[in-house]
């Protein structure tokens, strides 16, 4: 079975078939992470660059010890410690690493599209790690992934995303992956911070905390991502907090028990309080672990349309 994309530039771009094949093998690779030996030499020949220009913990980390797991060769690039510093753009500096005989390109940008924008221009094969407030598909597959293994399935489950759909790439990610696999979506958030066109990706739309939580299988708890707004898009985060945090009373008053999902970092306080996100209905590490393995399934398959 292979892909039937050469990059991951977004869930948007991905079949069916393809992402329960990510899944499938991502299945396998985290029993390897589970192993005495964490090792599989799938990426012996291959030369990976992880691109970041933009910050990250999570999703940097897990992308570079998925490629060590696989024996990948590997190389790191930070944008503010680079020569983008000094006016070279994009494209020239993507050329010049893969100059260097590099296969693959994992990159994480400020810009949505910046991913697209480079498969236009270069031939290693890409890997979206978050492109501006547009796409972060690994994210979303890791989403599913841990879904998946908490209930089973992901047909027919009720999803709720709550907090800064607006912003945010996880939600859109995690839209168009858990539609493609049956779920059935809301999102939830101040009208300000929900997109008007939500409604048309087939997403329900509430501003009601608690009917989202009573209406839920999971709730997948979004940051309020203040380094991209530009203008205050509600009145206070005192406000914010009294309408949309999530907190261990909301959360018991359900009548039934629903998985707490958050992407991280968290804003402990704000979106969630820590008696959430430390419970047993938090399977906010669970994300983390799984995220290296499903970036493990992304780069092996992606690796065998080298050159292709
Ligand atoms: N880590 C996620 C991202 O890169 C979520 C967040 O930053 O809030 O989009």
Request: hydrophobic share 45%; glycine share 6%.
């Amino acid at each position: 079975m292979a892909l039937s994309v050469k990059h991951l530039l977004g869930i948007k771009y991905l079949s069916l078939e393809d992402i329960l094949l990510i899944l499938e093998t991502a299945e396998n690779f985290k029993e390897v992470i589970n192993r005495p030996i964490k090792r599989v030499p799938s990426l012996r020949d291959i030369t990976i660059a992880n691109l970041f220009f933009e910050n990250s913990t999570r999703t940097r980390l897990s992308f570079e010890l998925a490629e060590k797991r696989l024996g990948a060769d590997i190389l790191n690039f930070t944008a503010s410690a680079s020569s983008v510093t000094k006016g070279e753009t994009l494209v020239d500096t993507v050329n010049n690493i893969l100059s260097m005989k590099v296969d693959m390109l994992v990159m994480r940008h400020p810009n949505p599209g910046a991913a697209i924008f480079l498969s236009n221009h270069v031939s290693a094969n890409i890997v979206n790690a978050g492109d501006g407030t547009h796409e972060h598909p690994t994210q979303a597959l890791l989403d599913a992934f841990t879904i998946r293994e908490k209930l089973g399935e992901i047909k027919g489950k009720k999803i709720a995303i709550i907090g800064d759909i607006s912003h945010s790439r996880v939600a859109l990610s995690n839209i168009f992956c858990l539609q493609k696999l049956g779920a059935e979506v809301m999102v939830c958030g101040p009208t300000t911070l929900i997109p008007k066109h939500m409604a048309s990706l087939g997403v329900r739309v509430t501003h009601n905390l608690r009917e989202a939580l009573n209406w839920c299988d999971v709730a997948n708890v979004l940051r309020i991502q203040l380094e991209r707004q530009d203008i205050k898009y509600f009145p206070s985060l005192r406000e914010y907090i009294m309408l949309f945090g999530i907190n261990k009373a909301i959360i018991d008053s359900l009548d039934h028990e629903i998985v707490i999902l958050h992407p991280g970092p968290i804003n402990r306080g704000v979106e969630i309080t820590s008696d959430v996100a430390d419970s047993s209905q938090s399977v906010i590490l669970d994300q983390v672990e799984n995220g290296v393995a499903i970036r493990m399934a992304v780069l092996y398959l992606l690796a065998g349309k080298v050159s292709s």
